[in-house]
């Protein structure tokens, strides 16, 4: 069924543009309804503006009360007529009541092998370790933060001189894919939580692959499970 | 410059086996001086039999105090002309005396990609955490559990199905080929530790590649740094 897309985030916004981009091209059974952010002036708003999607900005610096400034976004989720959030880049916990509202239906995408190094300097935190191997994780948001079920997981490695400005676009280059992907899923209604882990469906056309592995400029990389085109 | 090895285990020791193909083959510049279990029984001394390898067995059940335990072990180390430790499924915590003793010289190998899921259940934890993508990990070995500074890891895809028994011997595939490999540039003393990051110096022949990735008949992997023949 089609996806009615909310989207929250707090800075540059490429992965919202790659969902876009994804609903564009026919890949991704979607529609983008609003684009909100805590933070005024945040350059995905530019974005969405351009692809004309609505946007709702509530700058979270004015608001103490997280519970007040999650009903207020609920209630522009609600009136935009979405039915799925799409975190990307929030830099903002959520409540465990706008949580609760939206049950089995807010993604999210950190940029890292979760649960390895989750909160906000995932990918920084991976560099300062010194693992060999980073990427990015889907997954359904549940109360405490970078901690649901994993829908997807991308990796890359890491080479010692790696800094986070080096490591970052490997890893975004890809999340560009493996975001609409898990999105399509969601749509498809093939992903089934049990316990913590979640089931993917099989496709009409299962192609039989354990992952999807490739190499682009940016270097190798593999996803698990294995994509469907994206 | 030589290797001169120790190896420690509890179990089964097929990576033991593994790096003592490699030094067979001609691969890993090392001898394996002496097996090391703290389990009278433990089929890894039979396999070290076999292979003519001095073994050493001292039942952690009959020795109360860790210090005193681990000071039997570094004199059986000493006696054997060992200088470095491998420690291959070995489940118990080493002193900080021990530690002390061989420091920079201790490698393990933990069937994650830490710091996800360290532990004595780590493949069991990856399960049930739902991760898609888990692996193992070489890591210089610190005072605490699982924490040392990471020299190479492997990622291999996990899927829905999967339990501890049908993830492991994928992840153990490869183990039998990245820990020699870690060995092998230890011998080449090109590894050096900066921080908590590992950096590998340039072989003579640097084959330029960010990662070696394949195909086997148990799925695809990713091994990072690149192997160099292993």
């Known amino acids: 069924m089609t996806l009615q897309i909310a989207a929250?985030?707090?800075?540059?916004?490429?992965?919202?543009?790659?969902?876009?981009?994804?609903?564009?091209?026919?890949?991704?059974?979607?529609?983008?309804?609003?684009?909100?952010?805590?933070?005024p002036g945040a350059p995905v708003l530019e974005k969405a503006a351009q692809a004309g999607i609505p946007v709702y900005v509530k700058d979270s610096a004015d608001c103490e009360n997280r519970e007040d400034y999650d009903?207020?976004?609920?209630?522009?989720?609600?009136?935009?007529?979405?039915?799925?959030?799409?975190?990307?880049?929030?830099?903002?916990?959520?409540?465990?009541?706008?949580?609760?509202?939206h049950r089995g239906r807010i993604l999210n995408i950190h940029p890292s092998l979760l649960p390895s190094f989750p909160g906000r300097m995932g990918t920084e935190d991976a560099i300062k370790y010194g693992v060999r191997l980073s990427g990015s994780t889907v997954h359904f948001v549940q109360e405490t933060m970078d901690s649901g079920p994993v829908i997807i997981q991308v990796v890359v490695p890491v080479h010692a001189q790696d800094t986070g400005e080096t490591l970052m676009p490997r890893i975004q280059a890809l999340e560009h894919r493996i975001y609409p992907q898990a999105l399509q899923w969601l749509a498809e209604d093939r992903l089934r939580v049990e316990g913590h882990r979640v089931n993917l469906l099989p496709a009409r056309k299962p192609n039989g692959s354990m992952a999807s592995f490739g190499q682009s400029p940016l270097g190798p990389w593999m996803v698990s499970p294995p994509l469907e085109g994206f």
Not at 12 to 38: Q, T
Not at 73 to 99: E, H, K, N, Q, W
């Open 71 to 101: 009903r207020a976004l609920l209630a522009a989720i609600c009136d935009a007529g979405a039915d799925t959030v799409v975190l990307a880049g929030y830099m903002r916990m959520l409540s465990p009541m706008f949580v609760a509202a």
């Open 8 to 39: 929250l985030a707090s800075g540059v916004g490429s992965n919202v543009a790659a969902v876009i981009k994804s609903i564009n091209e026919g890949m991704l059974d979607a529609r983008m309804r609003i684009v909100i952010s805590n933070r």
